[in-house]
């Protein structure tokens, strides 16, 4: 607790006259603290990778994986450059997970049509 030693203030409880000073206390919120990452998310070798990629797909010699067409955005480029790192054990974070689709209640719906023509 700090005392206000400089504010006076006036409690008005037996006589107006009295000046009393009271305590004061003051809340001080503070973030919680962060969790330090060991050094790098990304390792050099990952880096390396994506450079190669990003590299091919401005000279236009990147091609995507299945369908073998050019590739033409940075995005997929990087992600391309991250996987194969992957492949190779480079230092990369794992993916991010995907959601759930609601490809069920599709299949719910069409069942339902169907069941109520016949």
Same mark, same amino acid.
Do not use: W
């Given at each position: 607790?700090?005392?206000?030693?400089?504010?006076?203030?006036?409690?008005?409880?037996?006589?107006?006259?009295?000046?009393?000073?009271?305590?004061?206390?003051? #809340?001080?919120?503070?973030? *919680?603290?962060?969790?330090?990452?060991?050094?790098?998310?990304?390792?050099?070798?990952?880096? %390396?990778?994506?450079?190669? #990629?990003?590299?091919?797909?401005?000279?236009?010699?990147?091609?995507?994986?299945?369908?073998?067409?050019?590739?033409?955005?940075?995005?997929?480029?990087?992600?391309?450059?991250?996987? #194969?790192?992957?492949?190779?054990?480079?230092?990369?974070?794992?993916? *991010?997970?995907?959601?759930?689709?609601?490809? %069920?209640?599709?299949?719910?719906?069409?069942?339902?049509?169907?069941?109520?023509?016949?």
């Amino acid at each position: 607790m700090l005392f206000a030693s400089r504010i006076k203030l006036h409690a008005h409880i037996a006589q107006p006259s009295c000046s009393l000073l009271l305590p004061i206390s003051l #809340e001080v919120h503070t973030m *919680p603290a962060k969790k330090k990452s060991s050094g790098r998310k990304y390792g050099s070798k990952a880096s %390396k990778s994506v450079e190669r #990629e990003m590299r091919a797909m401005k000279q236009g010699k990147l091609k995507s994986g299945r369908s073998g067409k050019k590739v033409t955005n940075p995005k997929q480029a990087v992600a391309i450059g991250l996987s #194969e790192a992957r492949k190779k054990g480079a230092k990369v974070p794992s993916p *991010p997970k995907k959601k759930s689709t609601k490809k %069920k209640s599709s299949a719910k719906k069409s069942s339902k049509k169907k069941s109520s023509r016949k």
